[in-house]
């Protein structure tokens, strides 16, 4: 069963604006995410990576292309599914941290679960439960604004984790972390995917940080680029161009 | 998300930016307070001319008097008829007009007519002081037509029309005067009443204090039973018995079951008899009419202060949205519906114009009820049983559920901003 659940991208695409300021961002993406694997998509600053990763978050819609999530068609999914998708099955760490300032850390962590429609008791016991985990219980009570930058994104991992999702969006985790913190917070996330076997999708310009991930998918200007990889990192940490993606619109 | 989370997170959000949440609250509150207030006044009034129409008569009877337009100007004099001619210069009729007494052949034509059910005369008695004991004497006066009215009382119980003796509702101002210690202390008591009659002797005659009543603004005096008044109108005619009986005013009671259409038409009937007759509600509906226009123009005020109001619940709303982009844009990514975003700042509209208008109401209850008691033993002690700012449980709910839903529409275009949000779009937002 949890080996169907495939996040199955043919062709897309998307542009933003109209008539000469039109700007495709995407312009025929194929993408399989499989079950319990890492994902690295790679690529310029502009790229569409992050468009890209909005997509198969079905937090926005391509203007062409298929996107099947677990075999259904997310076109053929209503509203409400797809909020209830999101919900329940993904976890978001955005570019930046979006926590609400004036709330405790415990309340920005238990959002999902709140949204959900968790009884309070339940979405305590679990929101402390992820924060033990990465050892922030302490923080609990604190408002959001007095952690540090290592902290805070610990607290966006944790409220990405609170709801079990069998996915992780992660956009450029470590963007706004120095290398040491960094490391600690791409240290939680590999963990999560070896412990609970979540997949992890993270977009990233960072050459290390894709190269600790099980695929690479490289975009640039809208396509995905079947060659290429950071030179330096050799590689040994990257499958076959044939293996990396389905070159949908790379011809 | 749960409806309970909905509304504690709207709350919640509300105090989040509390000088910006004060102002508006303080916005509803002077809308709501002033709104309260105007009811109140409008509720107290009204109940008070209520309180003094019961005085003045039940609602199953008419005031009757001769048609003053039987003698109108230009018709030139009219006949001398010892039979019906009898006039009296009556307190009844309008300031500069000669009302035309009613006679005994009057009252039979009056009670002869369908739908009428009795007629009495109303006999004016003019009683000279009243003493309870060897205590001091006071002046005193009796309402001619306190038979059929229902009194305001403070203590004992009203009139019976049918009893035989002697029986009196007391103004509770005579009540210290005439040495009671209460007004409890006053009913049962008996009581003499002076009167001088027509050749100028004086007679004493004995009542029993049955009810004390506050004094009313329209029908002045103390309360007597056909057996004191008949009793104290034998005394003033000194034994002696006028050729023709003349009364100024005659009280008909009509069938209780007839419509208000059904009394109109009575009233027409009687009309074309040459009869004035008007009903307690005739009297006071003009009185009543100019209240009521009064306590409108000032809900107006009120109700456009809350329309100003509306507008900076709109304004903060807004604002509030704006600064929220990301915050909305990261709950809709993380599933939240758009309905539910449309109702937590529908929601948040509706806590900040409960809190303006409970609080209004609250401070308007409070400082009403200080302000009328202040009133009522001052300014206002002329008219007691006054209330002058009555706050009714219904219409203060009504106040606030009113304000509420006002804030409600305010907060629609604001939740609909927020409702209407890309979450991709709020979260590129800088
Ligand atoms: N709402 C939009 N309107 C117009 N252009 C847009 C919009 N969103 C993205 N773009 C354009 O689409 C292209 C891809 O954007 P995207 O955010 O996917 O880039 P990215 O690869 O994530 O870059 P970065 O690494 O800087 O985050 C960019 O050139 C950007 O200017
Ligand atoms: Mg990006």
């Known amino acids: 069963m949890d080996s169907e659940w495939v996040i199955d991208a043919q062709g897309l695409e998307k542009s933003y604006g109209s008539g000469t300021s039109r700007f495709d961002a995407l312009k025929g993406v194929s993408v399989q995410i499989a079950p319990g694997e890492t994902v690295a998509i790679v690529g310029k600053s502009g790229s569409g990576k992050s468009t890209l990763m909005h997509l198969l978050a079905l937090l926005d819609e391509p203007d062409k292309g298929s996107l099947q999530v677990a075999g259904t068609d997310a076109k053929s999914l209503s509203k409400r599914a797809v909020n209830e998708l999101r919900n329940k099955e993904f976890g978001f760490v955005f570019q930046q941290f979006f926590l609400t300032p004036n709330r405790s850390v415990l309340d920005n962590v238990i959002l999902p679960l709140k949204i959900a429609g968790i009884g309070v008791k339940e979405r305590r016991g679990r929101g402390m439960e992820v924060l033990e985990q990465l050892e922030l219980a302490d923080k609990a009570g604190n408002k959001a604004t007095t952690l540090s930058g290592g902290q805070k994104q610990r607290v966006v991992i944790g409220r990405a984790l609170v709801n079990a999702p069998r996915v992780i969006f992660a956009d450029e985790p470590t963007g706004n972390l120095d290398t040491a913190t960094g490391a600690v917070v791409e240290d939680i996330l590999f963990e999560l995917n070896r412990s609970q076997g979540i997949t992890l999708v993270i977009v990233t310009h960072d050459e290390e940080l894709a190269a600790r991930c099980d695929r690479q998918i490289f975009i640039r200007d809208g396509l995905v680029v079947s060659h290429a990889g950071p030179t330096h990192t050799g590689a040994h940490a990257l499958h076959t161009p044939e293996a990396l993606t389905t070159a949908g619109g790379a011809a | 998300m749960r409806a309970k989370d909905l509304v504690t997170t709207a709350i919640s959000n509300t105090f989040r930016s509390k000088l910006r949440t004060t102002l508006t609250v303080l916005a509803i509150f002077v809308g709501a307070f002033t709104l309260t207030l105007t009811n109140a006044v409008g509720a107290g009034v009204s109940q008070y001319v209520d309180a003094q129409v019961g005085a003045l ?81 006071y002046e005193f006066s009796i309402n001619a037509t306190s038979a059929v009215t229902t009194a305001d009382l403070t203590a004992g119980a009203q009139l019976d029309g049918g009893a035989s003796d002697a029986q009196l509702v007391l103004p509770d101002t005579f009540v210290t005067p005439l040495g009671f210690a209460s007004a409890d202390d006053a009913v049962g008591a008996s009581v003499s009443i002076g009167i001088t009659d027509i050749l100028g002797a004086k007679h004493t005659v004995q009542a029993t204090i049955v009810g004390v009543s506050l004094e009313s603004l329209l029908a002045a005096g103390a309360g007597a039973n056909d057996a004191l008044i008949a009793e104290l109108a034998d005394a003033q005619s000194g034994g002696i018995a006028t050729a023709v009986t003349s009364y100024g005013v005659a009280v008909a009671h009509f069938d209780t079951t007839l419509s208000a259409d059904a009394v109109t038409a009575l009233k027409a009937d009687l009309a074309t008899q040459n009869y004035t007759a008007r009903t307690i509600a005739d009297q006071l509906g003009a009185v009543q009419t100019v209240i009521n226009g009064i306590v409108g123009v000032l809900n107006a005020f009120a109700v456009i202060a809350l329309i100003a109001a509306a507008f900076g619940i709109i304004n903060t709303l807004l604002m ?36 303006g208008s409970a609080i209004g109401a609250g401070v308007a209850i409070g400082l009403g009820s200080a302000l009328s008691a202040v009133l009522s033993q001052g300014l206002l002690s002329g008219l007691p049983g006054l209330n002058i700012l009555l706050f009714e449980p219904a219409s203060v709910a009504f106040v606030i559920l009113l304000v509420m839903a006002i804030a409600f529409l305010s907060g629609t275009l604001p939740a609909q901003r927020a409702a209407k949000q890309n979450p991709i779009e709020s979260l590129r937002y800088e």
């Open chain 2, 320 to 355: 509030s949205v704006q600064e929220r982009t990301r915050e909305i844009g990261l709950m809709k990514a993380m599933g939240m519906s758009s309905g539910k975003v449309y109702t937590l700042f529908s929601l948040e509209a509706v806590v900040i114009g409960f809190l």
């Open chain 2, 57 to 137: 008569g039940s609602p199953d009877v008419f005031i009757i008097t001769q048609a003053s337009d039987a003698t109108t100007a230009g018709d030139g004099p009219v006949t001398y008829d010892p039979k019906s001619s009898a006039s009296v210069s009556s307190q009844q009729g309008p300031p500069g007009t000669t009302t035309k007494a009613l006679t005994d052949s009057d009252l039979t034509k009056i009670g002869e007519t369908a739908g009428i059910v009795s007629v009495d005369p109303v006999r004016a008695v003019q009683p000279d002081y009243i003493e309870y004991g060897t205590g001091s004497q």
